[in-house]
């Protein structure tokens, strides 16, 4: 039954028909895609990026004068999101249209680094990348990772035409896909040491040198700003500062017990939670049973992917399971060549346990998308409405969302300033306090919603409820929010 199993699932047909499944709840799941926290951060960069020319966040004032100038960015992904916003105009979907174009080209390029395998091999490959709540989530969703993650494949597909054709032009671009993965996210490092490390494990001095020069250069473009000193100050005191950052991982006085540190805690990334458990679990069954396989018929895959997870437990800012997304592809092709390669064994206790994780990605997975559609609803025009009662030009405190489409229309504040506030402050405030330094900014309306509500329980305690203040009194009553107006008086 098991070997049955194991022929059908790498058959062709059956896995074109998962494929098409697979691409077809994605896309359902991206109609009204819920917009999180991570669209409005790195939206609203690429949005004053594209309008004024400098990187801000004009929605969190008080906070280390970024309404003025953001240093700490991801450079390529703002650079390409005002691009976007520059060309095709602002709406979230547009900017996240580009992670799913990035997205659909690192499932190409996995297509193309496999091109010497069998098709169901590589069919298998793009399967297991595309069957996990990480690609559905991530695929549609403004992060540097994803295009991280393609600029990173492409530099491995690169060093592997190098290894075939021994051109220099391979291993330069190779160099340069790796910089600008860089660019994209710092994390991204893994890709230039894996690569750097990758030829000097095959001897290849000559390659290791020019893989340097064309990755350093490009990588290089991320400090120009900071070649200022005023600059590179505040770029640094908002790195050791940056408000509601968990630094539990960070390096410590010791180095090497540091890194000791992290490599034993890395565990924590690979099973956070229901986003990468399943996908872990098969990669580490993989390594249990064959890793030795592995390692004897692909090594350069194999060893490529150790490295990256190496160095992403060594220097990764924090444990977070998304930016596993980063090597993901690498995970995907080392699943695949292990599940190919044992279809034809008898090993029943590593084939059940196989079955038993891919039963338990279908749940995983199915739980990811169902909560996505649960969540999904026509946002942009639900902001419109809420808004609508408020005089354009406004300057409000509003859930971050709201910034989609209205960030033209009205000036916009967040929640997360107040959150940031009390970090960096060290003290509580409360809803009373919430309203008194509201109207010290010249906030003239408030909007609480019903999801403002839930989030922020230390105000609103999950009630839509306003205490008696001098500041503000309610505008307007509707089933899930609230919106508030200045008094005259205050």
């Known amino acids: 039954m098991l070997d049955r199993f194991f022929n059908k699932l790498c058959s062709e047909n059956i896995l ?90 690192t499932l190409w390029v996995l297509w193309k680094i496999t091109e010497n395998q069998a098709k169901s091999l590589r069919l298998l490959v793009l399967f297991v990348m595309l069957f996990a709540p990480l690609s559905f989530e991530k695929s549609f969703e403004i992060r540097p990772e994803v295009p991280a993650m393609l600029f990173g494949t492409a530099s491995f597909y690169f060093i592997k035409r190098y290894f075939d054709n021994q051109q220099l032009l391979s291993i330069l671009l190779a160099g340069a896909f790796a910089g600008l993965s860089f660019l994209t996210h710092l994390n991204s490092v893994i890709y230039c040491l894996a690569g750097f490390f990758l030829l000097l494990f095959h001897k ?137 390669s044992i279809k034809e064994k008898k090993n029943y206790v590593f084939k059940g346990a196989i079955v038993v994780v891919l039963l338990a990605q279908l749940a995983f997975t199915t739980i990811s998308a169902a909560r996505m559609l649960g969540r999904n609803e026509p946002h942009v025009e639900k902001h419109r409405n809420t808004l609508s009662s408020i005089p354009r030009q406004s300057l409000v405190l509003a859930p971050w969302e709201l910034i989609y489409n209205e960030i033209d229309s009205y000036r916009i504040y967040n929640y997360k300033t107040f959150l940031y506030v009390q970090d960096l402050e060290d003290r509580k405030i409360t809803q009373l306090d919430l309203w008194k330094e509201c109207a010290a900014l010249n906030i003239e309306y408030v909007v609480v919603t019903q999801e403002a509500a839930d989030e922020y329980d230390l105000w609103f305690k999950k009630e839509l409820k306003v205490v008696h203040n001098d500041y503000y009194e309610v505008l307007k009553t509707e089933n899930d929010y609230l919106i508030l107006k200045r008094k005259t008086s205050s």
């Open 16 to 105: 074109k028909g998962l494929l098409i499944l697979c691409g077809l709840v994605m896309l359902a799941t991206m109609i009204n895609r819920e917009i999180k926290g991570d669209d409005c951060w790195f939206g609203e960069q690429s949005y004053w990026l594209a309008k004024e020319g400098s990187v801000k966040l004009k929605s969190i004032p008080l906070i280390f004068d970024w309404q003025n100038q953001f240093l700490v960015y991801h450079k390529l992904l703002i650079w390409m999101g005002s691009i976007i916003v520059s060309v095709f105009g602002w709406s979230v979907d547009y900017l996240r249209s580009f992670n799913l174009i990035c997205f659909g080209l």
């Open 204 to 340: 290849n001095i000559k390659a290791t040198v020019l893989f340097s020069l064309a990755a350093v250069p490009v990588c290089f473009i991320y400090f120009i700003p900071l070649l200022d000193p005023e600059n590179l100050q505040q770029w640094q005191y908002n790195i050791v500062n940056w408000p509601l950052h968990s630094f539990e991982d960070s390096v410590e006085r010791n180095v090497f017990l540091s890194f000791i540190i992290r490599l034993l805690s890395e565990h924590k990334r690979f099973f956070w939670g229901d986003q990468i458990m399943g996908m872990s679990a098969m990669f580490f069954l993989i390594l249990i049973f064959n890793g030795k396989y592995l390692w004897k018929n692909h090594k350069q895959i194999f060893l490529y992917t150790m490295l990256l997870a190496l160095f992403l437990g060594l220097l990764g800012s924090h444990k977070s399971p998304r930016y596993i997304m980063l090597y993901q592809p690498f995970l995907a092709i080392t699943i695949g060549y292990g599940l190919y």
